[in-house]
């Protein structure tokens, strides 16, 4: 009996110690911050970037500053049945018009009918289209530099 009550002692104080162990969540994915020719910024959070095949993929709309064009207000559109995204453009006329189409799945886009090949894909994530950031600004001639430090990543267009 004696035996028993030292045992229950025992298990009981390992009880209190494990609930005094602090519990500590997953690190949070690192931050990408973005810097762009025309010397903006942007600074991205988890779910407007991912990372697929070591590369960093991100939401379209931080692909326009890297575009040798200006992408008017609602100039991004989704093609669900052809599973493209399309950038527009305002022409001369003042009229927005399709300019790049990128398929997801494929290692190419098109702008204005001229194609352009990209080591990464685009890819749709739980219902998200990222995007190549560093093969669209090279596809245009852009120097991308990227590092990483301190659990943040930065990747410089100029």
Known sequence: MKMRSILTAVLFSIGLIA????????PFPDSVKVGYPNGSEATLSY???TIDNGNILVNPTYVTGALPFIVPGKGIWWDNTKKTLIFAFTDSDDYIKERIKIKIGEKEFKDKGKIFELRQEAILKNGRVYLPIRGIAEAYGKKVHYTKSNGLINILIQ
Request: aromatic fraction near 10%; hydrophobic fraction near 45%; charge should be negative.
């Open 19 to 26: 609930l005094d162990v602090p519990v500590t969540a997953a």
């Open 47 to 49: 779910g407007d970037y």
